[in-house]
């Protein structure tokens, strides 16, 4: 019965690239041109924050960034698909603030291809929270709808209502101090028996600074949770 009713509706909606609408095989995956115009990482990478590296690049034997090496990034690792670019932001804000929902089914599927190179040994799986205001004009969090695909691939709970987020203004065009100022304290435990002696990885759509995912992790290991690690459909890449 299941395959009969996913036959009837390939039949009336054929399954068509999101972003360009060329015939695909399965829905919400993409085009052959679409997916390469992607800037993916797929090379040698920091094993803790995941920054893309032009070549082999090794600290001590250790694919290692310098922000990373010098004891700078929060999180057990971090991974993320693609870096930043003209082409992601094309399709991350659309997702983001467009109501373009369905992206998040290949945007999840990229995100667990990111996952392939870590043991990813998570207990829950959590969204970024959205504050309410935030949700209430948006409609949605667009952080749990890639995380629930994710938890679902992962085999672990999703966990979207131990953590609660207070209202701030965008931070948008903000350097990392001001966005650093401006996330402290946002983040309120709820539910700490759901977080105690956990290992928890954080879902969200792009990776600026890592304030927001920093000062998360902050609330969650006070709450007693023992390993946060993190993963992003896309990531900005400076120099470092």
Known sequence: MVKLIESL????YPPACPLCDTPVSIHGELCADCWTS??????????????????DWE????????????GNCELDWIRSACVYDAVSRSAML????????????F??????????????????VMPV???NRRMFHRGYNQATLLARPIASALGVPLDYDSVRRTYRPDMGHKNARERALNIHGVFHIT???????????????VMTTGATFSELRRALIR?????????????IVRAV
Not at 9 to 12: D, E, G, L, P, T
Not at 60 to 67: D, E, L, S
């Open 94 to 105: 659309p997702f983001k603030h467009g109501g373009r929902v369905n992206y998040a089914r």
């Open 38 to 55: 992607f800037e993916w990482i797929s090379g040698a990478k920091c094993a803790r924050c995941g920054y893309p590296f032009s070549t």
């Open 191 to 205: 539910k700490p028996e759901n977080i105690r002696g956990k290992k928890i990885l954080l879902v969200d759509d």
């Open 59 to 70: 600290i001590n034997g250790v694919h290692m960034c310098p922000t990373c090496a010098s």
């Open 129 to 131: 929270p959205l504050a």
């Open 223 to 235: 709450a007693g949770a023992t390993a946060v690690y993190g993963v992003t459909f896309c990531r």
């Open 107 to 124: 945007m999840s599927r990229a995100m667990i291809w990111a996952l392939r190179d870590t043991d990813v040994d998570a207990d829950i």
């Open 9 to 12: 509706v390939n039949f009336i």
